[in-house]
């Protein structure tokens, strides 16, 4: 990659990073919801690895109607979440399944939120460069990790109580 000289490549950067990010992050979510015990927890998990791959499909046409190279950007953010997600949940693991449980939601969700923080700026970007129908698609994601979001932090409230 050479250095952006347009905000139309810095968008594409970050469209290509979110693509990377989101693959990361969805290989990641799978081997995190088979340590799950919880079923609500594993459902979350499931429909999210769901959600993430939509979210790809959109960034991947997002980039071919701007003329970019359909390729994602390798994105070190999400290795390193990704790295520390692995290290928690299934290198040091906690044995009881609950605080486990626990812990999968805490690593989902800074995962999460790094996407939160990728789409949203890819929407900033599509404002700017006047692109509506990308714009709209991009904070649609935004909306939809929200929900998951809301929905993590729910479930590790009553996960929390039982571990405790």
């Known amino acids: 990659m050479s250095a952006p000289s347009s905000l139309k490549d810095v968008y594409l950067d970050e469209l290509k990073d979110n693509w ?26 499931e429909s999210s690895v769901e959600g993430i791959n939509k979210h790809t499909g959109m960034l991947k046409s997002l980039i071919e109607q701007s003329g970019g190279q359909v390729e994602p950007e390798h994105c070190k953010g999400m290795e390193g979440l990704v790295k520390e997600a692995r290290k928690h949940v299934l290198e040091e693991a906690p044995q009881d399944a ?10 989902y969700q800074r995962m999460a939120h790094y996407g939160l923080a990728g789409f949203g ?44």
């Open 20 to 45: 990377s990010a989101n693959d990361q992050m969805a290989r990641t979510t799978q081997e995190l919801t088979k340590q799950a015990s919880d079923g609500k927890l594993k459902q979350m998990l």
């Open 98 to 107: 609950k605080l486990r449980d626990v812990t999968i939601v805490a690593q």
């Open 121 to 164: 700026t890819a929407a900033a970007y599509a404002k700017a460069l006047g692109k509506s129908d990308d714009e709209a698609k991009l904070k649609q994601a935004v909306s939809e990790i929200y929900k998951a979001d809301e929905f993590a932090s729910h479930l590790a409230e009553n996960l929390q109580k039982v571990a405790a």
